[in-house]
């Protein structure tokens, strides 16, 4: 590998930060120092590692901010650890940035004499690059062979998934407040990227921990060939030289594509993400899936099992039965409310959903203002005074009007401009006065709720869904 000359390869386990800041006069805001008045020190610690393995960056020049490049990594630390899994020759470089501008200085050659291969003797190591003296092929996930499709969406607070972690809302950890995901099926959401053959990512540790990216799906990129480091502790990875494969439709939408979480990883699959910029959408991580080249190579397509649709769908009432499961019966009413804490809002395609709670559409569907409207409003269908009596109390405010059903089609007519609970503003609020009951279930609308369909997308075969339970 071309990088094999000087940069064997480095990998590094960043140590606690210590800060020394020293405020000396003799440096006016904006002086532009000379490479003389920089100082610092690369200090190798033999009494930790014989071979030289353990290396010790200092920086001595106060009033300055630390550039170190590894080749693997930089960092902007005042003093900082490490280490070198591998003998041979490395090249440190250090840039100090001044009041003036950065002062380059000339790098610092060091030997390591031996090998310690403690510092990548970890499982997440070997699932990720095979293990010493072994490499591993990754391929996106853009057949879907184990993951949904090749992309899914998480909140900036998601992290790597640990057994009994903090956040019981998905399949992912959460470690701050912007916790969420969306796992779309690439066969119903081809718009996320362009399906091809998007190539190949490979890890090693064969002298060093090289990677090796051939993007297929991005030309301008084309093979590119660098180094990486895995933190197993933070569960993050870093590529130097080389990027992910990822698509052209947010090539432009993250600021460091070497900047990388790890969000799950096993010996035949791969989860990580990158940080989308607000400007693309808002702040989200996007999750690009991997399986191995093993796993696709040994891969043999199933017998998918027609589930059909879901439970209730196109539900079908003898005569009456429609009328009664809302008002509950004769001379009788019934309130029926939007399941805010549940699973308020589905799209329904060709009978199946993919929703189960708030969460799995949270922000880009429903959000705090549609739950704090749940809270306070309900619709009700009742036949007092001998007619068919909607009523809307949308927050207080109180809309009301008759109704009539169309037993052929499901489908529900409100008198006065009426319809279901809104949120004005929002792009999801209802406006029709024709609803349509997707999925019911009679027998059970005490404990599974109704669902009423406002808008149809006849090209998908999908409605967008409403679920309104009874409390």
Not at 72 to 89: C, H, K, L, P, Y
Not at 127 to 139: C, D, F, N, P, R
Not at 187 to 196: F, T, V
Request: with cysteine; aromatic share 14%.
């Amino acid at each position: 590998m071309k990088s094999y000359r000087k940069l064997l390869a480095l990998i590094f386990i960043p140590m606690a930060f210590v800060a020394s800041c020293i405020v000396d006069d003799q440096y006016d805001l904006g002086e532009l120092l000379d490479p003389s008045q920089i100082h610092f020190r690369v200090v190798q610690d033999y009494d930790v590692d014989p071979g030289g393995n353990t290396v010790i960056l200092i920086n001595d020049t106060p009033e300055t901010v630390s550039i170190w490049d590894y080749g693997t990594g930089r960092s902007n630390r005042q003093i900082d650890t490490v280490r070198f899994a591998f003998q041979g020759e490395y090249e440190i470089r250090f840039s100090a940035m001044t009041g003036g501008g950065i002062v380059e200085m000339e790098p610092v050659t060091i030997e390591v004499t031996q090998d310690n291969l403690n510092y990548v003797d970890d499982p997440m190591w070997t699932a990720l690059s095979g293990g010493v003296g072994e490499e591993k092929t990754w391929i996106l996930d853009i057949d879907a062979r184990y993951f949904n499709g090749p992309l899914y969406f998480y909140g900036t607070d998601n992290g790597y998934l640990a057994e009994g972690g903090p956040w019981e809302g998905g399949d992912t950890g959460c470690y701050g407040d912007d916790c969420w995901a969306w796992e779309p099926d690439y066969e119903g959401n081809q718009w996320l990227m362009d399906y091809g053959d998007y190539g190949t990512m490979t890890f090693n540790l064969r002298g060093g921990p090289f990677v090796t990216v051939n993007h297929l799906m991005l030309p301008n990129r084309g093979v590119e060939q660098g180094t990486y480091f895995l933190d197993v502790n933070n569960k993050t990875l870093t590529m130097t030289g080389a990027a992910p494969l990822h698509n052209q439709g947010n090539a432009a939408c993250v600021s460091n594509w070497g900047d990388i979480r790890i969000m799950s990883i096993t010996d035949e699959t791969l989860q990580i993400a990158v940080l989308r910029r607000d400007s693309c959408d808002g702040p989200a991580l996007l999750v690009y899936n991997f399986v191995s080249q093993e796993y696709v190579d040994n891969w043999q397509p199933g017998e998918e099992e027609d589930e059909g649709p879901d439970e209730g769908f196109d539900p079908e009432f003898d005569s009456g039965e429609l009328l009664n499961l809302l008002t509950g019966g004769p001379s009788s009413g019934r309130k029926w409310y939007l399941d805010g804490e549940g699973n308020p809002v589905d799209w329904i395609s060709a009978g199946k959903g993919w929703t189960s709670s708030y969460e799995d559409s949270y922000d880009w569907g429903w959000n705090g203002d549609w739950t704090a409207i749940a809270q306070t409003s309900y619709i009700q269908f009742d036949r007092f005074g001998g007619q068919n009596n909607y009523t809307r109390n949308q927050n207080g405010q109180i809309f009301t009007g008759t109704f009539i059903i169309n037993e052929a089609t499901n489908e529900i007519t409100l008198s006065d401009n009426n319809t279901l609970i809104q949120n004005p503003g929002h792009w999801m609020s209802p406006s029709a006065g024709t609803i349509r009951v997707v999925k019911a279930f009679p027998g059970e609308s005490t404990s599974k709720g109704i669902w009423f369909g406002t808008s149809y997308d006849e090209d998908g075969d999908e409605w967008l869904s409403f679920h309104y339970i009874l409390r």
